[in-house]
């Protein structure tokens, strides 16, 4: 069981290039996350997703696309990487949705850096 | 504006003493708050959540309260040891809608041998 997981973990970019970030759960969970960690800025909301083929955006969307086909696989997406975008993308997932408190489930990151 | 702060950016004391944690929100109504731990170089691990009509949390050396009417939560960690030292973050669901979570910006504890 191992949980979620994300790839790559580390990746450096230049400006203007593209790449997907990979997200995977084998909890069976519906709801999925991605978020990015600045310095002194906390976890801030990009898109999530309550289910399979369904996506929402969140607290900072713009710059980034995220696809769900499969209910265990969660994809972010930069189209055209800026050095804005320079951050720790973190996954996460839960099984029954914030409103039953169930708890958020973790990757262990990507570190992009875009130059 | 919406926001949550956490009292401080970073906190040191001294092993065995007890660790308190402060999370303030504004302008949320909040059903239940939750805290996580994330280590360097890893993701957050969900510790406790607490229910607005829960006025006290306890797991082992954890405790949590949670006053709604303060708009804030504290988060204790009593007899403190070194392998507490982590980035401790409070999160809720703005909406109470089950969807997302906000973040606060996190403290990080450093206990001292």
């Known amino acids: 069981n191992a949980g979620v997981t994300q790839t790559p973990k580390f990746r450096v970019l230049k400006t203007g290039q593209s790449m997907t970030l990979l997200c995977a759960q084998d909890?069976?969970?519906?709801?999925m996350y991605w978020y990015r960690q600045d310095p002194g800025m906390g976890l801030r909301l990009i898109h999530y997703s309550v289910g399979e083929g369904t996506t929402a955006k969140g607290e900072v969307p713009d710059g980034y696309n995220v696809s769900r086909l499969k209910k265990q696989n969660f994809l972010l997406g930069l189209e055209s990487a800026a050095p804005s975008q320079t951050s720790v993308y973190f996954c996460?997932?839960?099984?029954?949705?914030?409103?039953?408190?169930?708890?958020?489930?973790f990757g262990n990151g990507t570190r992009l850096t875009v130059t | 504006s919406q926001k949550i702060e956490q009292n401080s950016e970073a906190l040191n004391i001294q092993e065995g003493k007890t660790a308190t944690l402060t999370c303030n929100y504004t302008?949320?109504?909040?059903?239940?708050l939750q805290w996580y731990r994330q280590d360097p170089g890893r993701g957050p691990v969900f510790l406790l959540l607490?229910?607005?009509?829960?006025k006290e949390k306890r797991k082992e050396r954890l405790k949590v309260t949670f006053d709604t009417t303060l708009k804030q939560s504290l988060f204790h960690i009593t007899a403190s040891q070194p392998a507490d030292s982590a980035t401790y973050l409070c999160?809720?669901?703005?909406?109470?809608?089950?969807?997302?979570?906000?973040f606060g910006p996190g403290t990080r504890l450093s206990v001292l041998p």
């Open positions: 999160a809720l669901d703005p909406d109470n809608y089950g969807q997302n979570f906000v």
């Open positions: 996460a997932s839960t099984g029954r949705g914030g409103y039953f408190g169930s708890p958020l489930h």
């Open positions: 909890m069976n969970h519906e709801y």
């Open positions: 302008n949320y109504s909040p059903a239940y």
């Open positions: 607490i229910r607005e009509n829960e």
